[in-house]
C-alpha cells in the first residue's frame, strides 16, 4: 500500500454544534416532540457542517465517525455487537435500545457512566463477559462516509480501538477480565475493515489512549499481536493507531514493530514521546502523526516552538503529518463567536476552529517553510498578576491545612446537629426548571432586574425547602436555581477567570458545561454563596447545607493557566474557598458541603507521577476546608470515576463525610473504603440521578442493605448519586420518597 496520508489532520472535533443543536434535538427526541426522522435530519446537517468546516480550512485528512448521539466509546461497543443481553430482550427498536444502554429503563438500569482518562468526558462503560457475542455492525461509519462522500469529501472513519475498548471494560461477572477476548473482538475489528475497505474506505483511525497509561507486559504484547494481525488482511484499509493523553513508554516500540501505516503520538501531554520515537530508529514506510497543538486546553499554540518540535519528527521518519494532541471534543467550538471577552485575552486563546488553523498552518510549515505566522505574543498583562494573594500563599503553614482529630469533631458535631442514625440529606442541586432558565434569559436580556430576578430564586428556594421537610430529609440543600453551573458559577465572581458566552464543551450525552478561563491571580473579592445559604437557613430548623465546589474540580473543570504550577493555582482558589468556609460558620451554616467529583480525573496516568499530584490535590482541599471549628461539619462529593485509584487520597482530605456515586457501579466503592479502613461519615448513593427512572423502594433498600453490611450504621449516610439539576420534579419527589423510607425501614431493622 502506498502512503498518503496528508500533512494535517486532527482526531476529532465537537459534535454538539455551534449552538448545542444535537442536544436540543436528542432531548426533544426523548420527550418524544421529535421522531427518529426528524433527529436524523439534524444530525446529518451537523455533521456535514463539521466536514464542510474542516474541508474549506484546507486539512489534508478528514475524520469522520467522530460523531455521536451520546457517546463514542457506546458507539464503537455497538459497533462489535457488545450489546448486552439485559438490553437486547428489551424488544426495543436500535436507536432506543442504545439510548437506554446510555439512560436505562424502568426495566434495566443503564451502564456505568465514567471519566474518560484526565477529562471532564464521561463515556459509558462496555460490559462484556465471557458470553458477549462480538459480531461487526458498520452500519453508522459507513453511513457517515456516505455521507461525506456524497458532499465530495473522503474522510477516515473512527473507532476505539480493540485493547482500549477492552481495557476500558468491566466484566459483566466477578472475576473475569474482559481483555481475556481479544482476539475475539479482533475478529469483530477485521470484520469491519472489511466492510470498510469494500465501501471504498482508504484509512480507519483506531484510538488507543489506554497505552498512555501503565499497562502490563500481556496487555503491551496484546497490542502488538491485535495490530499484527489486522495488519495482514488482504483487504483493509490503511491504519492510523492514534494515541493520546500522554507517553506510550514500551507500548510504542510494541506498535512500531507492528506494519500498521501510521501511528499518533501525543507530544502535548507526552513530550518523552520523542525520544522513544528517536530511540526506535528511523520508521521506514509509516507516518508518523504528530499531535503538536494542544486538544485538551484552549491556549493559542506557540506556533514557532510546535515547528522546531516538528522539524525533529521529521528527521525520523518518512512520513509526518501534524495533528491535535488528542481530539478536539474537550473545548469549545469558535472563539469568533466571543464578543464580550477582555481582547488581551482573546489574543492568547485557540478554540477547536483555531486550532485547525494552527494544525494547518504547522503542517503547511513544515512541508515547504511558506507559513505566514502571527507575531509571538508579548508577557502577560501586569494587572493578572496580584501581589497580596501571592504573598497570602507564601504565608501558608502545615497548620493551615490540618483540623483537630476526627472523634473530637463527630461529638461536637452530634452534639449540634443531633442526627439520627444513617441521616438522609441530598448533593445539593434541585432541578433546573425552564422557569428558572427562562428567568436568567431574562436577565440576559435586560427585560429582568436583579430584585426581580432574587425574588423569583427566593420563592424557588423556599419551595425547595418546604418541599425537603415534606419529603422527611434531614440535612437540607437550598437546591442551588440562582446557580448556572457548579464551576462557572464561581468563577463568574473569582478575579483571575472569565467567563464565555458561547464556549460549550459537552460532558457526557447531552450534558454541555462551559468551563470558565483562568488566566490571572485569584482572589474573592465578596462572599459568593453566604446570603443564599443563609436565607435557607432562615426557614427551617433543620440544618442547611452551604454548597461550595472544590478547588481541584475548579480546576479540573476549567481551562487552567499554563504558566504557573497547577499547585499554585489550587491554592490560590483554595484560599478564596476558606474564606467562604468561614463566613458561612459565622452566618450559622453548620455543615458545608465542598465538592471534590474532579479529584480522580487530574490524576497523572502514570503510577510514577501520581503522588505528586495527590499530594497538592489533598493539601488544596485542606486548605480550603480547614480554618472552621471542629463543631461545624466538613462534607465532600465525588461522582463517576474509578475510585479505588486515589481511595487512600479521598481518605486523606480529612472530610467529615463523604457522599460518593455507587449505584451504577452496584456499591464497589464500599470495599474499596473498607480495604484502607476507612472511618468517617461515607454516603454511597443509592439512586442514579442520570437515569430517568425511579429506583423502586426494594433496590434502594437492598443497596442500603449492603452499604450497611461494609459500614457501621452510626457513620452511613443515605443520599442520591450527584446533584438533581438534570432531574424533573415529579421524579426526584417518588425517588426522594422512596430514599427516605428506604432509610427509615433500614434504621428499624
Known sequence: ???????????????????????????????????????????????????????????????????????????????????????????????????????GVDAEPALELTKWFATNYHYLVPEIGPDTAFAANPAKPLQEYAEASALGIATRPVLVGPATLLLLAKPDRPGFDPFDRLDDVVDAYADLLAALAEAGVAWVQLDEPAYAADRTAAQIDGLRAAYARLAELAHRPRVFVATYFG????????????????IGLDLVAGPGNLRRLAGAGPLRGTTVVA???????????????????????????????????????????????????????VARLSFARQKVDEVVLVGQALRDGTAQLPPPLPDPPAAWRDEQVRARLAAVTPADRRRGPYADRAAAQQAR?????????????????????????????????????????????EHVIRLQEDL??????????????????????LAGFAATEHGWVQSYGTRCVRPPIIYGDVRRAAPMTVEWAAFAQSLTARPVKGMLTGPVTILAWSFVRTDQPLADTADQVALALRD?????????????????????????????????YLDWAVGAFRLATSGVADGTQIHTHLCYSEFGDVITAIDALDADVTSIEASRSKMEVLDDLAAIGFGR??????????????????????????????????RLWVNPDCGLKTRAYPEVEASLRHLVAAAAEIREG
Open 681 to 714: 461519615g461515607v454516603g454511597p448513593g443509592v439512586w442514579d440521578i442520570h437515569s430517568p427512572r425511579v429506583p423502586p423502594l426494594d433496590e434502594v433498600v437492598e443497596a442500603l442493605r449492603r452499604a450497611v453490611a461494609a459500614v457501621p450504621a452510626r
Open 580 to 612: 467562604e468556609c468561614r463566613d458561612l460558620e459565622a452566618a450559622g451554616i453548620a455543615v458545608i458541603q465542598v465538592d471534590e467529583p474532579a479529584l480522580r480525573e487530574l490524576l497523572p496516568l502514570r503510577a510514577a507521577e501520581q503522588k505528586a
Open 1 to 103: 500500500m502506498t502512503n498518503s496520508f496528508g500533512r494535517s489532520t486532527v482526531l476529532g472535533y465537537p459534535r454538539i454544534g455551534a449552538n448545542r443543536e444535537l442536544k436540543r434535538a436528542v432531548e426533544a427526541y426523548w420527550a418524544a416532540t421529535i421522531d427518529a426522522d426528524e433527529l436524523d435530519r439534524t444530525a446529518a446537517a451537523l455533521r456535514a457542517r463539521v466536514w464542510q468546516t474542516l474541508r474549506d480550512a484546507r486539512l489534508d485528512a478528514i475524520p469522520s465517525n467522530t460523531f455521536s448521539y451520546y457517546d463514542h466509546v457506546l458507539d464503537t461497543a455497538v459497533a462489535v455487537g457488545a450489546v448486552p443481553d439485559r438490553f437486547r430482550r428489551l424488544g426495543l427498536s436500535e436507536l432506543d435500545t442504545y439510548f437506554a444502554m446510555a439512560r
Open 247 to 262: 507517553e506510550l513508554g514500551d507500548a510504542l516500540p510494541a506498535l512500531v514493530d507492528t506494519p500498521v501505516e501510521a
Open 472 to 493: 422527611g430529609l434531614d440535612v437540607l440543600v437550598h437546591g442551588e436555581p440562582e446557580r448556572n453551573d457548579m464551576v462557572q458559577y464561581f468563577g463568574e465572581q
Open 417 to 461: 446537629l443531633r442526627l439520627p442514625a444513617l441521616p438522609t440529606t441530598t448533593i445539593g442541586s434541585f432541578p433546573q426548571t425552564a422557569a428558572l432558565r427562562k428567568a436568567r434569559a431574562a436577565v440576559r436580556a435586560g427585560t429582568l432586574d436583579g430584585p426581580g430576578y432574587a425574588g423569583r430564586m427566593r420563592a424557588e428556594v
Open 291 to 345: 499531535g503538536l497543538v494542544d486538544g485538551h486546553n484552549v491556549w493559542r499554540t506557540d506556533l514557532r516552538a510546535a515547528i522546531a518540535t516538528g522539524a525533529i519528527v521529521t528527521g525520523l521518519a518518512d512520513h509526518v503529518a501534524v495533528s491535535t494532541s488528542c481530539s478536539l471534543l474537550h473545548v469549545p467550538v469558535d472563539l469568533s463567536a466571543e464578543t464580550r471577552l477582555d481582547p488581551q485575552l
